[in-house]
């Protein structure tokens, strides 16, 4: 049974950094593709950062996070980390991991979430002013 375990949120404040983890297990060798996703109060669930099974590392376009996203995978513990930077209230959301053991990804835009099949349960990330 595949599980995705979140973990690493907090409530931090403005200009502060965390490293969100997603333990993932389950399934032999690699997903094809794993990605961080997160929800602010009353708004869309959007992706911002993703890696595929070649290694290749995609982030959002979204301007307000460009540059303080660093996505990376270890492949030893099948652990997939999301380090955030330099973080402002806005940034406050529950942040998910997801994955598609079967497909490919390249981007984190279009349809990726409807995409991936198996979902974590969510860490919180509060950030004050």
């Known amino acids: 049974q595949v599980s995705l375990v979140e973990s690493g949120g907090g409530s931090v404040q403005a200009g502060g950094s965390l490293r969100l983890s997603c333990a993932a297990s389950?399934?032999?060798?690699?997903?094809?593709?794993m990605a961080w996703f997160r929800q602010a109060p009353g708004k869309e669930r959007e992706a911002v950062a993703a890696?595929?099974?070649?290694?290749?590392?995609?982030?959002t376009d979204s301007d307000s996070l460009k540059g303080r996203l660093t996505v990376s995978l270890d492949k030893v513990k099948n652990t997939l980390h999301l380090q955030l930077s330099s973080l402002k209230p806005e940034d406050t959301a529950v942040y998910y991991c997801a994955a598609d053991l079967y497909r490919v990804c390249y981007s984190v835009s279009g349809d990726l979430r409807n995409r991936l099949a198996y979902w974590g349960q969510g860490t919180q990330v509060s950030v004050s002013s």
């Open positions: 389950g399934y032999g060798g690699s997903a094809h593709c």
């Open positions: 890696t595929n099974s070649f290694g290749s590392t995609m982030y």
